[in-house]
């Protein structure tokens, strides 16, 4: 056969390296760039270095390896699959696993062991999910953080109730398409355990073991990364008899020997085929650095520099960029309610929104994110009267207010409204998530007075317009605005969902981390006060 002749120019995803206009040259700014692409290209490597061949030998070692350790963890959602399970049976376990693959995304088998044991007793099918609401779902989720996933799962089980005859779908595609929070790998997962249909995962152990399985020194988050390790977690499952056990397989291995740090190289069942284990070994002939055709290179990998090669597995996969998480400052203000006739104390909680960050659980009214002049102490304490006057029928007037906000509500003088004994400040709080960096500033706010305050009801989006509407006719009267909150005080679209609660019932609420952080803070104020 004759030989191949290598191209004349190495290949690139675009032509940004040649100049394309008609009128112009082939300068030299160009050439360079051509001859440095093309002496990498001459130590470079294949790009079927990252291609898995020849798999059967792999999946008999991988499958022989995982009969003997998958019960060693004793995860109680690990069965083995049944092909007598009738459509009600396996879909019965696609809900099995579905819970579980949610509830370890970001969280350690151990830590969700217990969980998932209290989740299953307490919805042992879909239907007695999808009847629940979200404060029994997230008092079962209370303390495994990334609450939104909870609220999926409960909006998850009602659509597959309302819409899909009370199963999840039995397929990946209709899954990952019509299930709220199931991603593609969620899909591979359940679709191939529950289902045994031939459908690849690739999670963060997954994406770890192949990397370093095919050498992969690449962005970990690129598309092109992305569809290099797909495609090698589709060489494993493709014409399997077993793919929902070599899909756990492989999350095993990256998880309990593949593992970030100090992996378990001799006890790795694919170490025969491990270019990054052949790689650190000396009498192992290593096919990473070859003579290749220039249009056949990989284009995916960056070079590992010398000073970060240290001879181990460890250097791949290539490390991420981690983004600087954003920083953000909350007025948070524990309100508390005391009666001038008994030792009763209450405390105000309001509900988040049912999506985004913490949804659904409560906490201590919040003015967030605030910058400059809003920081200053003098506008922190009025912040509380603020958040009464959204939350409240009847709230105390601000010491800064001309004309008191109560009269402007109902001036009817019989109401008993709290009266704000003290605002205190008792510290800041920093706590830290995926992607921001809160720190609370914590205020304790007593009030006292007669009977416990009644929040101000709903008012519906449209109600508010029409009153808006009535405000804009009337020359005389102009909305008030607080210089604190720049919320508009006398109408708000929508009250948050707000409730007192005793003393004694306050830990036992739906509450953040963070919110349990400043919680105790306040409760080392009144303990050092004593």
Request: charged content about 25%; some cysteine.
């Amino acid at each position: 056969m004759p030989k191949r002749k290598r191209a004349q120019r190495p290949a690139s995803e675009s032509e940004e390296d040649y100049a394309d206009n008609s009128d112009s040259s082939y300068d030299e700014t160009s050439r360079a760039k051509v001859t440095q692409k093309a002496r990498k290209a001459r130590h470079g490597h294949p790009a079927s270095m990252h291609v898995i061949n020849t798999v059967e030998p792999m999946r008999i070692a991988l499958l022989e390896w995982y009969d003997r350790v998958h019960d060693a963890r004793k995860m109680p959602w690990r069965k083995k699959f049944d092909p007598s399970l009738d459509v009600e049976g396996r879909a019965q376990r696609a809900y099995e696993v579905w819970i579980s693959e949610i509830m370890l995304q970001q969280t350690q088998v151990a830590t969700v062991i217990p969980y998932y044991n209290k989740w299953i007793a307490k919805f042992p099918t879909i239907r007695d999910l999808a009847a629940s609401d979200i404060e029994t779902v997230n008092s079962l989720w209370k303390g495994l953080g990334y609450y939104s996933r909870a609220a999926r799962l409960l909006s998850g089980a009602q659509k597959a109730v309302k819409d899909l005859h009370g199963r999840l779908p039995d397929n990946a595609k209709d899954m990952e398409a019509k299930i709220p929070g199931v991603g593609r790998y969620s899909a591979g997962a359940i679709s191939s355990i529950a289902y045994n249909h031939c459908v690849p995962v690739l999670d963060g152990n997954v994406h770890r073991l192949l990397s370093r399985f095919t050498a992969l020194h690449a962005q970990p988050k690129s598309k092109r990364t992305l569809d290099v390790l797909w495609a090698g977690a589709e060489s494993f499952i493709k014409q399997s008899k077993r793919p929902g056990d070599i899909n756990q397989a492989l999350i095993e291995l990256g998880s309990t020997v593949c593992a970030v740090r100090d992996p378990v190289c001799s006890e790795c069942p694919l170490r025969l085929w491990c270019k990054a284990y052949q790689r650190t070994q000396p009498t192992v002939s290593y096919t990473g650095a070859v003579e290749a055709d220039i249009e056949e290179l990989c284009l995916v990998c960056d070079t590992i520099p010398s000073d970060e090669d240290n001879g181990s597995v460890t250097i791949f996969p290539m490390k991420a960029e981690r983004k600087k998480p954003r920083e953000e400052l909350d007025s948070v203000n524990v309100i508390e309610w005391r009666s001038r006739n008994s030792r009763d104390r209450w405390f105000l909680l309001v509900r988040r929104p049912q999506g985004g960050l913490l949804a659904g659980l409560h906490e201590f009214p919040t003015l967030p994110n605030l910058s400059g002049a809003k920081t200053s102490a003098s506008n922190m304490a009025e912040i509380p009267y603020t958040l009464l006057q959204e939350l409240l029928m009847h709230p105390p007037s601000s010491h800064n207010d001309k004309e008191p906000l109560t009269k402007l509500a109902n001036s009817n003088s019989s109401y008993n409204v709290p009266k704000v004994i003290q605002v205190t400040s008792v510290g800041d709080v920093v706590h830290v998530f995926s992607h921001i960096k809160k720190t609370y500033r914590v205020q304790w706010v007593l009030l006292e007075g007669d009977e416990l305050p009644q929040f101000r009801p709903a008012v519906s989006p449209g109600q508010c317009a029409r009153e808006n509407g009535s405000r804009a006719k009337n020359p005389k009267g102009k909305q008030k605005v607080s210089e604190v909150s720049e919320v508009k005080l006398n109408i708000i679209p929508q009250t948050p969902s707000a409730r007192w609660v005793p003393l004694t019932q306050v830990l036992d609420a739906n509450i953040g981390t963070g919110v349990l952080k400043v919680w105790k803070l306040v409760e080392k104020l009144w303990t050092a006060t004593r």
